[in-house]
Every structure is written in structure tokens, then in C-alpha cells.
């Protein structure tokens, strides 16, 4: 498996501004996603960073809101913008990796407070 | 209806049984089924994962599918407290644009009791 490390691990944002989450990846890997897990909750795919074009959002994520960055194969970038609290959640990166390049494996997790 | 469905728990089991975890999941077209497991406060773990019908053991977990009737599950033997945590299934729909991403299902807590 990939060592995956996330920054910031967690933070407490005010409303209206917006976070930057960063994901390391210690090889490189071909497929990055982003995911939330609000309180209680599963996960949820947001999009998956693509090297080199757009992101791929799903359904009720918008680039807008999620802005993704995946300048190489070891490094993406999550932007929350202009938070609310219902942005209130764990923000995890996932990475394809394994003998089959099938499994996914997942980062330790951004957990990110908006008051 | 939820692409995938877990019962939510807790399951309670006593120390040294077998915990029994399952999954249904609507897309015939699923290929790839996880099991990932989840410490409270932490992300999750992949613990098992299988792609063709029957059974796949590791140590004291076995993951058994049945494209069938459209289940997979999780045993585990000799439940330690340490197994203590939400279980997740996941499935992977390959094809239609699906690539790589996994659905995952809302998680089964298991208490494994002294």
C-alpha cells in the first residue's frame, strides 16, 4: 500500500473564508480522490483529481465550491470555499494502489470545524 | 434504494465468537467489493477485499461473495475487543465512466464484549 500523510489534520475555519487541504503521496499513483465523511456519516465521493486536466466531480459537488489541483502523480489539492457549517466534516484522500492497482487506500483525514 | 446497504449495528459480540458483517448492493454490474474497517476518529483501513464468487480467507477474517443474489460479507473469527470499530463495504462499478470509484455503504459498528 501507499503512505498517504494529509495537511492540515484539522482546523477551525470561520465562515465565508476558505481551506486549502493538501494530500502526499509517497509513489506515484495514477487515480486520487477526495471524499467527505460528515458526522455519523459514510464517505462520499466528491471528485476524482485527474493528473494533468479538470477533476471529476459528482453529482452535488461543483468546481466551484471544490476546487481541485493535481500538478503530478504524488500531490493533489482539496479547496473548501466560502464555508459554511454545513462544510462541517472529515475530508479524506484516497489513492489506488496494491498488487492489482485496484484497492484504494486512504489518508488520516482532514477534520475541519466552520463556525 | 441505496446502491449499498448495511445493516447499521451495533452488533454485539461476545469475546472469542464469530461476527458475521453483510452487504447487499443493487448494481448487477459491481466487479470489486471491499471491506474497510473504521477506528472511531480515524480513516478507514482496508481490510479485505474480493472480486469473484466464494470465499477469500486472511487470518481470522473471511470475505465471502455471491454475485448472485448480489451480497457480500464479512466473517470474522475469534473476535478480539480490538475488532471493536464500523465496518464499511464498498463496491467498485467498473466501466460506464465509473473508473475506480467505490460506493460505499453507511457502516455496521461491532462491540466486541469481554
Known amino acids: 500500500s501507499a503512505v498517504i500523510s494529509q495537511k492540515p489534520s484539522r482546523d477551525i475555519c470561520q465562515r465565508g473564508t476558505s481551506l486549502t487541504i493538501q494530500c502526499q503521496v509517497d509513489s506515484q499513483v495514477t487515480m486520487m480522490f477526495w471524499y467527505r465523511q460528515q458526522p455519523g456519516q459514510s464517505l462520499t465521493l466528491i471528485a476524482t483529481a485527474n493528473q494533468g486536466s479538470e477533476a471529476t466531480y459528482e453529482s452535488g459537488f461543483v468546481i466551484d465550491k471544490f476546487p481541485i489541483s493535481r500538478p503530478n502523480l504524488t500531490f493533489s489539492t482539496l479547496t473548501v470555499s466560502n464555508m459554511s457549517p454545513e462544510d462541517s466534516s472529515i475530508y479524506l484522500c484516497?489513492?489506488?494502489?496494491?498488487?492489482?492497482?485496484?484497492?484504494?487506500?486512504f489518508g488520516p483525514g482532514t477534520r475541519l470545524t466552520v463556525l | 434504494q441505496k446502491e449499498v446497504e448495511q445493516n447499521s449495528g451495533p452488533l454485539s459480540v461476545p469475546e472469542g465468537a464469530i461476527a458475521s458483517l453483510n452487504c447487499t448492493y443493487s448494481?448487477?454490474?459491481?466487479?470489486?467489493f471491499f471491506w474497510y474497517r473504521q477506528y472511531s476518529g480515524k480513516s478507514p483501513e482496508l481490510i479485505m477485499f474480493?472480486?469473484?464468487?466464494g470465499d477469500k480467507e486472511d487470518g481470522r477474517f473471511t470475505a465471502q461473495l455471491n454475485k448472485a443474489s448480489q451480497y457480500v460479507s464479512l466473517l470474522i473469527r475469534d473476535s478480539q475487543p480490538s475488532d471493536s470499530a464500523t465496518y464499511l463495504c464498498?463496491?467498485?462499478?467498473?466501466?460506464?465512466?465509473?473508473?475506480?470509484?467505490?460506493?460505499f455503504g453507511t457502516g455496521t459498528q461491532l462491540k466486541v464484549e469481554l
Open positions: 464498498a463496491v467498485n462499478i467498473l466501466g460506464g465512466g465509473g473508473g475506480n470509484k467505490l460506493t
Open positions: 474480493i472480486y469473484s464468487n
Open positions: 448494481d448487477r454490474g459491481s466487479q470489486s
Open positions: 484516497s489513492v489506488n494502489a496494491g498488487f492489482s492497482l485496484n484497492e484504494q487506500f
